[in-house]
């Protein structure tokens, strides 16, 4: 799938390919919760480059084009 993100489509900053998989994380983790961030359990969501494998992270999650 191609993801487009505040009306830019998103590339791969490794290998410029424009098809990923989305995923998503949780992003707790002790640093997080100990400052109080209030994303610390949030889920980010993750495009992993269909080419390259390379992972980009995403606090919203990115709209499919
Ligand atoms: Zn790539």
């Known amino acids: 799938m191609r993801y ?3 009306g830019v489509r998103l590339t791969c ?3 410029q390919n424009d098809t990923f998989n989305k995923d998503y994380r ?3 983790s002790r640093g997080a919760t100990f400052f109080g961030l209030d994303w610390a359990n949030k ?3 993750i495009l992993i480059c269909k080419r390259c494998s ?3 992270w ?3 999650d990115p709209s499919e084009v």
Do not use: R
Request: some cysteine; proline content about 6%; charged content about 10%.
């Open 4 to 6: 487009q993100m505040g």
């Open 26 to 28: 949780q992003l707790n």
């Open 58 to 60: 995403f606090m919203e």
């Open 13 to 15: 900053p490794c290998c």
């Open 43 to 45: 889920e980010a969501a």
């Open 54 to 56: 390379y992972i980009s």
